[in-house]
């Protein structure tokens, strides 16, 4: 969990990096969009794990695991899920591309 705390915690400030520099606005939603899905993914991992190490009582009402389980869901659903936001950033990487293939044959001459 740790590990996925400290790269979250260095995407998000890579992220507010690219947001100081005027000079690399461009990139900025990229960056924005690639930190939040990071972090999406391990608030969701890191809350699962708390309840799996609370064990059965993590998941009751008198304990926080079960608060931040739902905090994660709901954010997700708030903000956009991980796999939403991977595809988003694919599709501006790559979407000029892709576009293509679905209209026309390529073919190799």
């Known amino acids: 969990m740790m590990v996925n705390i400290e790269a979250t915690r260095s995407a998000i400030y890579g ?3 690219v947001a100081a520099n005027p000079a690399l606005a461009a990139d900025f ?11 999406s993914d391990t608030f969701f991992h890191c809350a699962g794990e708390a309840i799996q190490l609370h064990g059965g009582v993590g998941f009751t009402w008198e304990y926080d695991p079960q608060l931040y389980f739902k905090r994660a869901q709901a954010g997700a659903h708030w903000l956009g899920s991980a796999d939403a936001l991977r595809e988003r950033i694919a599709d501006s990487l790559l979407g000029p591309a892709m576009r293509m293939i ?7 001459n």
């Open 102 to 108: 679905g209209k026309r044959p390529i073919h190799a």
């Open 15 to 17: 992220a507010a990096c």
């Open 29 to 39: 939603l990229l960056e924005a969009a690639a930190a939040k899905a990071l972090a």
